[in-house]
T-cell receptor
Framework: KNEVEQSPQNLTAQEGEFITINCSYS?????LHWLQQHPGGGIVSLFM???GKKKHGRLIATINIQEKHSSLHITASHPRDSAVYIC??????????????FGKGTHLIIQP | ETGVTQSPTHLIKTRGQQVTLRCSSQ?????VSWYQQALGQGPQFIFQ???????GRGNFPPRFSGLQFPNYSSELNVNALELDDSALYLC?????????????FGPGTRLLVL
């Protein structure tokens, strides 16, 4: 069973700062997801990665398969980025057998 | 807007009762997964359905069961509710049965068991 660890658990920063959230997992995966969850529960998929790097607007996600590590970066952070960011992985066996394994999330607060 | 809806949004039940939660997916999304998220924790995988058959299950007892219908809707049923079943229940749909498909999450149903 995969273990997914995120750091930090909580992060408070000032508007405009560069933000990095880290995710480590214990066994091989077929894909890694970064998700955003706002108060009230709704989850939005930000990225799905199996290698390299992806960029969408001010968000950048990278993954290092050999080191079993991924990072989510936010450039020019804004108060509306305040949310819980969750890392989730799907095992290499893939398909429906395992579902996604989630980290506990990083609670990000961006202050004006 | 993910195109996935869940009902009800909130629900209060008492211990021992049964509950049915519903999820409606986008047309063509023939895979649906259900997750339980306790307060302050990441979601935990309950099970997944593909074309109306259960094809994967997490570490949840048999009193958690599900159904998926041809119209891309699905249900999560929980019997003999326990206090620890209080959580946010999320469904997520996707296309196909692939290794790395994007999952579209619903807003969740918040269940409180008293």
């Amino acid at each position: 069973k995969n273990e997914v660890e995120q750091s930090p658990q909580n992060l408070t920063a000032q508007e405009g700062e560069f933000i990095t959230i880290n995710c480590s997992y214990s066994v091989g995966i077929s894909a890694l997801h970064w998700l955003q969850q706002h108060p009230g529960g709704g989850i939005v998929s930000l990225f799905m990665l199996s290698s390299g790097k992806k960029k969408h607007g001010r968000l950048i996600a990278t993954i290092n398969i050999q080191e079993k590590h991924s990072s989510l970066h936010i450039t020019a952070s804004h108060p509306r980025d305040s949310a819980v960011y969750i890392c989730a992985v799907r095992g290499r066996t893939g398909g429906g057998a395992d579902g996604l394994t989630f980290g506990k999330g990083t609670h990000l607060i961006i202050q004006p | 807007e993910t195109g996935v809806t869940q009902s009800p949004t909130h629900l209060i039940k008492t211990r021992g009762q049964q509950v049915t939660l519903r999820c409606s997916s986008q047309s063509g999304h023939n895979t649906v997964s259900w997750y339980q998220q306790a307060l302050g924790q990441g979601p935990q995988f309950i099970f997944q359905y593909y074309r109306e058959e259960e094809n994967g299950r997490g570490n949840f007892p048999p009193r958690f069961s599900g159904l998926q219908f041809p119209n891309y809707s699905s249900e999560l049923n929980v019997n003999a509710l326990e206090l620890d079943d209080s959580a946010l229940y999320l469904c997520a749909s996707s296309v196909g049965q692939g290794l790395a498909e994007t999952q579209y999450f619903g807003p969740g149903t918040r269940l409180l068991v008293l």
